[in-house]
């Protein structure tokens, strides 16, 4: 039989078409595209708290928390600066949770803590979360001065903390919001974390 070009064009398709479909899938790529993310909260001994997941949007970042074990009320919750939870020292030598997380993220230099409304701020600031009499806080917020991509505003490994107490909007440089009890560094999801566990040996199968 006489190959055409026209068989060769429709066997490049049989063969590529299922290889393309799984690209889409399996190749959302870390950090590159940055349209989605994750931080894993823990307290500062380390028990798991819960979650943040992150999405690029057309406004910015959309910021979806659930978090548990905070005391009643409201808490202070920012984007801080260094993707580190450990803890550090301050200048009497006191330990201070997640103290490597540094301040809030303020790529702009306003050194202006505020209210996520206010045009001039931390663009870190985010509202407080709300605990229930059950401990457990939801917020979905989406940030409009930051983003995932890569770029001087980008988020991508900085860290969410929580703060023990409500933040104020106003008071430089944190809101008064007291210490740090939760903290979680902001990474590129990876598709078995957004959609379950398919492992990758699902695309291979012929
Ligand atoms: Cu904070
Ligand atoms: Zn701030």
Redesign the pocket.
Known sequence: MRTTSWDRVLLAAAVALPLIGCAQRAAAPPGAGGSGAIAKLATATGAPAGQAVLTAVPDGVEIVVNVQGLTPGQH???I?ANGKCEPSSDAAGKTVAFGAAGG?FDPEGTGRHGHPDHGVRHAGDAPNLMADAQGRATLRYVSPKVTLAPGPNSIMGRAL?V?ADPDDYQTNP?GN?GG?VLCGVIQPARLDAVVGSIGPERHLVR
């Open positions: 202070g919750f920012h801080h809030h903390v703060h944190a919001s740090r």
